[in-house]
């Protein structure tokens, strides 16, 4: 089954780049992976989703590896405000509209 | 706009007791979907719905029933709560009829004793 592999909790310097690593090595060629933050036990928060290239918004940039076995989410400048779990999710086999939500990495942004 | 709104923000059942979990949303959004979320976890599909009239089961389905008569509301019922429903419950709404980039309300906490 797709699903992704991400480290239990990270710490970053504020101002400092956050990078956040995310394994799924069983994603399918056409798959997307997604990103989406989660803030004390607030409601979850879009931040990016990409195929095959990198991508870059407002929030972050997300590099995907050749092999798309990997990616990484990136928060160019982090805030104490950044601070929240990070889900790293893809979708259900055979599925357009299921996705695979694992527990995330806790980021900690400290002063 | 508002949103995407849920209400109550709390609830306490009792064993057996039904209620209903309401969700709307403001975005003239296709998509949108419950989600459960237990302690420590990622979040769980219970039910999902691409357009008014539409409606699928997701992930974990058992216990809740949903319909979606116009584009704007969706509400969860719990059938018969049970204890393991205990859980906070999230409504998400996607301008698309995937669910790329989905708008979450608040949230609601339900405790079943």
């Known amino acids: 089954d797709a699903k992704t592999t991400q480290p239990t909790s990270m710490d970053c310097a504020e101002g400092r780049a956050a990078n956040l690593p995310c394994n799924h090595s069983?994603?399918?060629?056409?798959?997307?992976v997604y990103w989406y933050r989660q803030i004390h036990s607030q409601g979850p928060q879009y931040i990016i989703h990409?195929?095959?290239?990198?991508e870059t918004n407002e929030m972050a940039s997300l590099i995907i590896t050749e092999d798309r076995k990997s990616s990484t989410l990136i928060l160019p400048h982090a805030t104490l405000r950044d601070t929240a779990v990070y889900y790293c999710?893809?979708?259900?086999?055979?599925?357009?509209?299921?996705?695979?939500w694992g527990a995330g990495t806790k980021l900690i942004i400290k002063p | 706009n508002a949103g995407v709104t849920q209400t109550p923000k709390f609830q306490v059942l009792k064993t057996g007791q039904s209620m209903t979990l309401q969700c709307a949303q403001d975005m003239n959004h296709e998509y949108m979907s419950w989600y459960r979320q237990d302690p420590g976890m990622g979040l769980r599909l219970i039910h999902y719905s691409v357009g008014a009239g539409i409606t699928d089961q997701g992930e974990v389905p058992n216990g809740y029933n949903v319909s979606r008569s116009t584009t704007e509301d969706f509400p969860l019922r719990l059938l018969s709560a049970a204890p393991s429903q205990t859980s906070v419950y999230f409504c998400a709404s996607s301008y698309q009829r995937e669910p790329y980039e989905q708008y979450f309300g608040p949230g609601t906490r339900l405790t079943v004793t």
């Open positions: 990409g195929l095959k290239n990198n």
């Open positions: 069983t994603i399918s060629g056409n798959e997307y």
């Open positions: 999710i893809v979708r259900a086999p055979d599925s357009n509209y299921q996705l695979i």
